[in-house]
Nanobody
Framework: QVQLVESGGALVQAGASLRLTCVSSGRTFSSNAMGWFRQAPGKEREFVAA????????DYADSVKGRFTISRDNAKNTVYLQMNSLKPEDTAVYYCAGRSRGFWHLPTLPYEYDYWGQGTQVTVSS
């Protein structure tokens, strides 16, 4: 019964920065791991980044490593994705996802997550 809401998507020029925000509703932050995925038209939903509850386990897709940073503030029930040096190939709908169950390895596949936000559009022009 977790509700996730993303915000922060926009149309920007190549090289610009954006910060996406994902807020979880409810009395407390219900998700263990949190992840960001993206999906471009005609393509599969792909992994972008993930973070554990305490932030001690983090993973990034190779395509965004060094440019994107995932973080979370559990007191605010919020997860962030800081995106720098944006490229046209970053254009996609970005989704926030949460996993309520525990894990041995940080989940990086869509089916490993239990809850999803509605998505926010990021468009990067050249």
């Amino acid at each position: 019964q977790v509700q996730l809401v993303e915000s922060g998507g926009a149309l920007v020029q190549a090289g610009a920065s954006l910060r996406l925000t994902c807020v979880s509703s409810g009395r407390t932050f219900s998700s263990n791991a949190m992840g960001w995925f993206r999906q471009a038209p005609g393509k599969e939903r792909e992994f972008v980044a993930a973070i554990s509850w305490a932030g001690d386990s983090i993973d990034y897709a190779d395509s965004v490593k060094g440019r994107f940073t995932i973080s979370r503030d559990n007191a605010k029930n919020t997860v962030y994705l800081q995106m720098n040096s944006l490229k046209p190939e970053d254009t996609a709908v970005y989704y926030c996802a949460g996993r309520s169950r525990g894990f041995w390895h940080l989940p990086t596949l869509p089916y490993e997550y239990d809850y999803w936000g509605q998505g926010t559009q990021v468009t990067v022009s050249s």
